[in-house]
């Protein structure tokens, strides 16, 4: 794949398209990347030690840094994956913070990343407390957030074709391997036969590889850094 095609379809080709004024709903682009990714960062900054409103003012402030383009310059897909870029730019931002705190106030940016902190603290606080470090958290909650975005890709083909209720049904079965007895309960409660439920899930788990390995993917700089990138993540997972 050519090195312009590949860009064209990753995070990194929206922040290469926000450095560039002209360039038609890249900062719209770059705030729904913000949107998407903000709770990893907000769970970092947490076990940084901040309190739930320091670290939501941080977070802000870290992603208002960003959406102003004199921020994006330093920004290429040379610097590798975006989530190592992502996590070693939030560390010097917090290097930094005391700086930007008495520069402005937190927050301030013209683009407001939507943050609900009673949702945000009930996750980290479902977090495990002991054991993981910073940047482990960071980790854990990236591969998280991109499993979520899987599954409701998932849930939203099967609801344009008019099988939401069945997805909701068999979802379980995409990460847990069921008895043999729970392909015909499940199948029964969605007006499956149990061979249709295997047949049903099999196409599920396949489209689910397909879609987490489209949305990594997206998150690194060259197609040979994939395959890498899933490992890491899913031992992420199980640390």
């Not at 208002?64 to 897909?77: E, V």
């Not at 940016?109 to 470090?133: F, K, M, N, S, W």
């Not at 854990?140 to 049904?169: H, N, P, Q």
């Amino acid at each position: 794949m050519q090195r312009e095609g590949w860009f064209a379809t990753t995070h990194w080709s929206v922040i290469l398209a926000a450095k560039d004024a002209e360039a038609p709903g890249a900062l719209d682009a770059l705030d729904h990347l913000c949107q998407a990714y903000w709770y990893p960062l907000y769970a970092f900054i947490r076990r940084q030690g901040f309190g739930s409103a320091d670290a939501e003012d941080l977070t802000q402030e870290f992603f208002a840094s960003w959406l102003r383009r004199d921020s994006l310059r330093s920004a290429s897909p040379e610097k590798g994956r975006f989530r190592s870029f992502l996590l070693v730019a939030v560390k010097r931002f917090l290097i930094n913070q005391h700086e930007r705190a008495h520069a402005g106030k937190r927050g301030g940016g013209a683009v407001h990343v939507p943050i609900d902190t009673e949702i945000a603290e009930t996750r980290y606080q479902a977090e495990p407390q002991e054991g993981l470090t910073a940047e482990r958290v960071f980790e854990r909650r990236w591969a998280l957030t991109i499993l979520e975005g899987v599954v409701r890709r998932l849930k939203s083909e099967a609801a344009v074709r008019g099988k939401g209720d069945e997805f909701d049904g068999l979802k379980a079965f995409l990460t847990v391997a069921a008895p043999e007895s729970h392909y015909a309960e499940a199948g029964a409660r969605v007006g499956l036969s149990e061979g249709a439920a295997r047949v049903a899930v099999h196409r599920l788990r396949r489209r689910f590889r397909e879609l987490f390995r489209e949305e990594i993917a997206r998150t690194v700089s060259r197609p040979e850094e994939i395959d890498d990138e899933i490992r890491h993540l899913l031992a992420s997972l199980g640390g």
